[in-house]
């Protein structure tokens, strides 16, 4: 079947390290995004990409990297300058061109809490 | 600042009943428009998309109204499953960073 998989679905981290987020996608969509969702909040925008070697920051980039070397993945690093990382974690998928309506679809989300 | 306002609830509603909830917009470009339904500490999933003209999909009714910048929903013959988070999404072009979220309704049916 076809869809995005995200994996850890659940990742504990100690303060100063470094983690690196997975997600997979076999839809064949050039656009992929990365969210973060924090209780009682709406969806905040990351990163995102459109096309494979290139991707944008978008509302709150600051502490997270990505990387796009296939269109297939999307990996995104929390690093340690990330100052309040516990936070559930959505990466999604969507056509991009004429087609592109806004249509989303997302991985089941990883948790990563910082101990 | 695009902006996507809804009331976060809770509505607690007994099941059979009726219920509607709106969402409201700042940009007037906006383009297309999407209600998510997102359960207890699970990923957003499409519901509906929703036109101008209105649309309907079984119990669920969409409505547009562009002059006053919102979008509703309305839910009939509510079931315990309806429970959950509601999600208005708002594209207002652009490319990939055109969607706005908003924070989501959440709604409990009552047996």
């Known amino acids: 079947d076809g869809g995005i998989t995200q994996s850890p679905k659940y990742l504990f981290r100690k303060e100063g390290q470094n983690v690196t987020l997975s997600c997979e996608q076999n839809?064949?969509?050039?656009?992929m995004y990365w969210y973060r969702q924090d209780p009682g909040q709406g969806l905040r925008l990351i990163y995102y990409?459109?096309?494979?070697?290139?991707?944008q920051k978008g509302d709150i980039a600051e502490g997270y990297s990505v990387s796009r070397e296939k269109k297939e993945s999307f990996p995104l690093t929390v690093t340690s300058a990330q100052k309040n990382p516990t936070a559930f974690y959505l990466c999604?998928?969507?056509?991009?061109?004429?087609?592109?309506?806004?249509?989303?679809?997302f991985g089941e989300g990883s948790r990563l809490t910082v101990l | 600042r695009k902006e996507v306002e809804q009331d976060p609830g809770p509505f607690n509603v007994p099941e059979g009943a009726t219920v509607a909830f709106n969402c409201t917009y700042s940009?007037?470009?906006?383009?297309?428009f999407f209600w998510y339904r997102q359960d207890c500490r699970k990923e957003p999933k499409l519901l509906m998309s929703?036109?101008?003209s209105g649309n309907e999909d079984g119990r669920f009714t969409a409505q547009l109204n562009r002059a006053s910048q919102y979008i509703s929903l309305l839910i009939r013959d509510s079931k315990l499953s309806d429970s959950a988070t509601y999600l208005c999404v708002v594209y207002s072009g652009g490319g990939a960073d055109g969607l706005t979220f908003g924070k989501g309704t959440h709604l409990i049916i009552q047996p």
């Open positions: 940009n007037s470009a906006s383009q297309s």
């Open positions: 999604a998928s969507s056509i991009v061109g004429g087609g592109n309506t806004g249509e989303l679809f």
């Open positions: 990409s459109q096309i494979v070697n290139d991707f």
């Open positions: 839809l064949n969509h050039d656009a």
């Open positions: 929703v036109y101008s």
